[in-house]
């Protein structure tokens, strides 16, 4: 039996009449009609070329032909890689470069510089607008709507996707089929998911969120997904009440906090919220638990391995945790140099093995070997603790362990004593090189404009809270932490803003 997704997708589909998907500006997208037009977009494929195994590169907007595109991707056997919308041309030369793709597809107004980029490279590029536009679809609409799905095997590939290289260059990590069903199976149960969920979809599509975790859960279940090109306040309040759960990551809560419409009454009907991508904020949980009664469902996973952990559908969802490993999912903290499980408490590496689990990087097989335990475990480079109810947490990534004068400090520690401080939106802790200690720990906060919190004030309520070693030498105040199209405070680029502080 063929383990291609689609074909998983197929088997699983009861109402060809059914709402799959349906914008912010009443386009619909029947289950019947995703067949019939991925068959014709397949079709379109594989006369350009298209090949099992190739791999198809899309820069694109957001839009129902993009998840049609990838389902005839899977259909055709080739290997889908979709490439964050802010990329620069001088950005995606080094992806086309690396991932050699056979077809590029780009939106209308981008496609002479793609071609500039793709051509060279003997990669052919189409385009593809957000209503159906573009020479792609002009092509599938010459296609036929049958198409044989090619098989697949659980490990041949599906997509790729680019990790953010935030350090050195981006990754293409490897995605199988077995990957993307397992995962997807997985949280549509531990979720609840079925037919008759309405998704608030707001999140990108080039991303693991938006695309495996949201668009399989709801293709495997036979759910709707109400599909909007980005976050916006307006048309998630008008579209609330058709809805009955909602993705999103931290970001969104904070802006929907914000605004008065969010209510109980507003939210009643709701059955879940999930938030992931980066780290929700304690306090963020509590407002919005506050505001509506409904407890954020905050889960942890990663480019590489779809998702890992997720707190409880049914039970406590404890705010600064991601709960429980999935699942069919083995999670251990380890030590980071040797590998050796830790004690309950303890912090360490996360490290996580399970069929979601990416096959390695792209042409990387000296680094994937070098991310992998003899005995098949991920090291995921974020540290973290078991505590003893066996909920998992996070105290951030390796790289950004802060060593200073020989002790190890753990920014999310001192973050969470900063944000708990009244006027603190956010902050985020830093190691920058520091003459005398080796690493300063540093503090960035961001405060609303016009705050008078001073530096003293922050420092008054550390002490005597942490230790003196784990206490800022500076602390610096900012109107915005940077970040990516995530959410995730980009902490790289801050070590980069701040590298001489302490130069002598």
């Not at 391995?305 to 945790?321: A, H, I, K, L």
């Not at 990087?361 to 991310?371: F, G, H, I, L, V």
Request: with cysteine.
């Amino acid at each position: 039996m063929s383990a291609n997704l689609f074909d998983l997708v197929r088997s699983r589909l009861l109402d060809p009449g059914k709402t799959f998907i349906e914008t912010h500006d009443g386009r619909v997208v029947a289950y019947g009609g995703m067949v019939a037009a991925s068959g014709r977009i397949a079709n379109a494929l594989v006369s350009l070329g298209v090949k099992t195994g190739d791999r198809v590169a899309v820069q694109v907007e957001k839009s129902p032909e993009m998840i049609l595109l990838y389902l005839a991707c899977l259909r055709v056997g080739a290997v889908f890689l979709p490439l964050n919308t802010a990329y620069t041309l001088a950005e995606l030369e080094y992806f086309i470069g690396d991932a050699e793709p056979a077809l590029v597809v780009a939106t209308p107004t981008a496609a002479e510089g793609m071609r500039g980029i793709a051509g060279p490279k003997g990669a052919r590029v189409e385009t593809l607008g957000t209503a159906g536009d573009g020479s792609l679809m002009a092509i599938a609409a010459m296609m036929p709507d049958d198409f044989a799905t090619v098989a697949r095997g659980d490990d041949d590939l599906a997509a790729i996707l680019y990790t953010s290289g935030t350090t050195g260059r981006s990754k293409g990590a490897m995605l199988s089929h077995r990957n993307l069903a397992s995962n997807a199976l997985t949280l549509a149960d531990c979720w609840r998911f079925t037919g008759d969920d309405v998704l608030l979809h707001a999140l990108p599509i080039y991303h693991t969120h938006g695309l495996f975790v949201a668009t399989n859960i709801v293709l495997l279940t036979g759910g709707t997904m109400l599909f909007l090109p980005k976050l916006d306040p307006d048309t998630v309040f008008r579209l609330l009440p058709r809805a009955t759960s909602m993705m999103g990551v931290p970001t969104f809560y904070v802006r929907l906090l914000q605004d008065d419409r969010l209510t109980r009454a507003a939210t009643a009907h709701m059955r879940l919220f999930v938030s992931g991508s980066a780290p929700l904020l304690a306090e963020t949980h509590r407002s919005w638990s506050e505001r509506t009664g409904h407890a954020i469902l905050e889960r942890y996973g990663m480019t590489e391995t779809n998702m890992n952990t997720s707190n409880p559908y049914e039970g406590d969802r404890v705010p600064g945790t991601v709960g429980f490993p999935l699942p069919g999912v083995d999670l251990r903290i380890a030590d980071p140099e040797t590998g050796a499980s830790l004690a309950q408490g303890d912090i360490g590496m996360i490290e996580v093995r399970g069929p979601n689990v990416f096959r390695g990087y792209w042409r990387m097989p000296e680094k994937t070997a070098a991310e992998f335990r003899p005995d098949g475990f991920f090291i995921t480079g974020d540290l973290g603790l078991v505590d003893a109810r066996g909920y998992v947490h996070i105290v951030g990534r390796g790289k950004d362990l802060v060593i200073s004068g020989g002790f190890n400090v753990y920014p999310k520690e001192i973050e969470s004593e900063i944000d708990a401080i009244p006027g603190v939106v956010e902050s985020a802790v830093i190691g920058v090189p520091h003459p005398d200690f080796g690493e300063g720990v540093t503090a960035v906060v961001a405060v609303p404009k016009g705050s008078t919190l001073g530096e003293r004030d922050v420092l008054a309520r550390l002490e005597g809270r942490l230790a003196k070693f784990k206490q800022p030498k500076r602390v610096i105040f900012v109107e915005d932490l940077p970040r990516n199209a995530m959410g995730k405070v980009q902490k790289a680029a801050l070590r980069e803003t701040y590298k001489a502080l302490y130069a002598r």
